[in-house]
T-cell receptor, first 113, second 112 residues
Framework: DQQVKQNSPSLSVQEGRISILNCDYT??????FLWYKKYPAEGPTFLIS?????DKNEDGRFTVFLNKSAKHLSLHIVPSQPGDSAVYFC????????????FGKGTLLTVNP | DGGITQSPKYLFRKEGQNVTLSCEQN?????MYWYRQDPGQGLRLIYY???????QKGDIAEGYSVSREKKESFPLTVTSAQKNPTAFYLC???????????FGSGTQLSVL
């Protein structure tokens, strides 16, 4: 029973264009969402997060949008750069479980020069 | 530099053997975690510890054991009871509530 779903295993975009990575969740108790970036054979690194009281959070080239009614969030990267090529994981936390994150399966982003 | 150190980077296990993965952090974080990643899968929580001398099972704790005798250290033992141990193991820590996890660079465990 996957509570956090990333339905696109991979995405390929051209350098300079926008990358949009999507994530859906089923648990209505989730109230905090994070995106992590992971290179091969390395640990994930935190990218950006959003609380359920917001619908948008921006940090430089990265913006996360949250649509609570649709239980959907997305990560926008503009402009995309070759160094952005990595696996991106969506993760969620519910306020009643302060120490547990539930991760999606990840989306492999490839940015072509 | 503060961070999380996992060792070894690669580990091989023979049938029936227990192996221990090391995780050390100097971030002064209270909470530490062990995750497992299989190809094409998300990260699944094995165990976590909120404070020294206390730890909780995650979603896939069977066949694993941990200890938390020091704040800085959270070793994971993969026992012979874990029938499918081949995976990439990630240790993480956080300052308290899981707003943001900091991960180590991982250990790839394979079975001989």
């Amino acid at each position: 029973d996957q509570q956090v779903k990333q339905n696109s295993p991979s995405l390929s975009v051209q350098e300079g264009r926008i990358s949009i990575l999507n994530c859906d969740y089923t648990n209505s108790m989730f109230d905090y969402f994070l995106w992590y970036k992971k290179y091969p054979a390395e640990g994930p690194t935190f990218l950006i997060s959003i609380s359920s009281i917001k619908d948008k959070n921006e940090d430089g080239r990265f913006t996360v949008f949250l649509n609570k009614s649709a239980k959907h969030l997305s990560l926008h990267i503009v402009p995309s750069q070759p160094g952005d090529s990595a696996v991106y994981f969506c993760a969620a936390n519910d306020g009643g479980s302060n120490y547990k994150l539930t991760f999606g399966k990840g989306t492999l982003l490839t940015v072509n020069p | 530099d503060g961070g999380i150190t996992q060792s070894p980077k690669y580990l091989f296990r023979k049938e029936g053997q227990n192996v221990t993965l090391s995780c050390e952090q100097n971030l002064n974080h209270d909470a530490m975690y062990w995750y497992r990643q299989d190809p094409g899968q998300g990260l699944r929580l094995i165990y976590y510890s909120q404070i020294v001398n206390d730890f909780q099972k995650g979603d896939i704790a069977e066949g694993y054991s941990v200890s938390r005798e020091k704040k800085e250290s959270f070793p994971l033992t993969v026992t012979s009871a874990q029938k499918n141990p081949t995976a990439f193991y990630l240790c993480a820590s956080s300052s308290g509530k899981v707003e943001k996890l900091f991960f180590g660079s991982g250990t790839q465990l394979s079975v001989l």
